[in-house]
């Protein structure tokens, strides 16, 4: 596929795909127009700005599927099974001030209030090995916590800035993104995760292409 269309504009995949065809910069363009022509993602970012709630962003899923179901022209929300939204709040760390902003990102978005997940970036650690049976650095921010993630194509963050510029934020870049290419992150062993995950995705987008978790 030599070119497609998002909203108004279209778009050369193939050339954003490639480190040395296209720069970050064209290919941060290029995301930040997907976002703004889905209306639901607007909505999130819209309401998570609005409740202004500390170092708050929109990540992962929500936003590298979407961009994948623009590149294969399937539906906006196809495969999507929830949408991220996490936060840092260092000053309570208890499950009920969790619960609190969790029960207010739903309420600002009735909508959607199924299939958000809001999530306190500064007590991942609380909860993380018992669930999960490893153990997990306490973080300093919320975007510490995309270079944890099991896919480096999954770790792409983003949210209104001043004037409602859309800022964004992808720790190992773009080009896997648009190339559709899944590649695993080995800092931490998540290789179940990565393996799970991708076997799923490969299920809904038949174009992806998955590279194998290395060996130990």
């Not at 170092?55 to 979407?66: F, K, N, P, R």
Request: aromatic share 10%; proline share 5%; net charge negative.
């Amino acid at each position: 596929m030599l070119a497609a269309r998002a909203d108004s504009a279209v778009y050369d995949w193939a050339r954003l795909a490639d480190p040395y065809r296209a720069s970050e910069d064209e290919r941060a363009d290029a995301l930040r127009h997907i976002i703004r022509s889905v209306p639901v993602l607007m909505d999130i970012l819209t309401s998570i700005k609005q409740l202004a709630l500390p170092d708050c962003w929109l990540v992962s899923g929500a936003i590298y599927q979407t961009t994948w179901n623009v590149i294969t022209g399937c539906p906006r929300d196809h495969g999507l099974k929830d949408y991220d939204i996490v936060y840092f709040d260092g000053a309570d760390l208890s499950y009920e001030a969790e619960d609190l902003v969790i029960r207010k990102v739903e309420q600002a978005l009735p909508h959607l209030a199924s299939k958000i997940e809001t999530r306190n970036q500064a007590r991942v650690h609380l909860w993380y090995e018992k669930r999960f049976g490893r153990t997990y650095q306490p973080l300093d921010c919320t975007l510490s916590s995309l270079v944890t993630y099991a896919a480096k194509t999954h770790a792409v963050a983003a949210r209104f800035g001043a004037e409602d510029a859309i800022e964004l934020h992808a720790p190992f870049g773009l080009t896997n993104l648009f190339a559709m290419r899944l590649v695993p992150n080995a800092v931490t062993d998540n290789k179940q995760t990565y393996d799970e995950k991708g076997a799923r995705m490969k299920a809904i987008w038949p174009e992806l292409t998955v590279e194998s978790w290395p060996e130990a």
